[in-house]
Nanobody
Framework: QVQLVESGGGLVQAGGSLRLSCAAS????????MGWFRQAPGKEREFVAT????????DYRDSVKGRFTISRDNAKNTVYLQMNSLKPEDTAVYYC???????????????????WGQGTQVTVSL
């Protein structure tokens, strides 16, 4: 089983930045597409960003385009989410997810990912 551990969440004021990290304990990390999702209280988990197995493709939900950047370092088995210009509506628990896939389709539905981390809280205050 692929194990994922998120870190980097915290409390930040609107307009600030955070960088989330997701470390994978998986030797075949380079064969997995990765995604970031978030879930606010009382709401469904929603797609934030995805990145292909080799970093050659990335996809973002419209509300974070130009503010968030997803990247990966396969040598370190780690995926990142750089979040800039944060807004209160970005407040949520952020999860990383993985699926074995060496292609370039972007999978946006949580149900399409078999492996998940435990999440890290991001709170953006006014």
């Amino acid at each position: 089983q692929v194990q994922l551990v998120e870190s980097g969440g915290g409390l930040v004021q609107a307009g600030g930045s955070l960088r989330l990290s997701c470390a994978a304990s998986e030797r075949t990390f380079g064969n997995h597409a990765m995604g970031w999702f978030r879930q606010a209280p009382g709401k469904e988990r929603e797609f934030v960003a995805t990145i292909s197995w080799n970093g050659g493709g990335a996809d973002y939900r419209d509300s974070v385009k130009g503010r968030f950047t997803i990247s990966r370092d396969n040598a370190k088995n780690t995926v990142y989410l750089q979040m800039n210009s944060l807004k209160p509506e970005d407040t949520a628990v952020y999860y990383c997810a993985a699926r074995y896939y060496r292609g370039y389709l972007s999978y946006r539905e949580p149900s399409e990912y078999p492996y998940w981390g435990q999440g890290t809280q991001v709170t953006v205050s006014l």
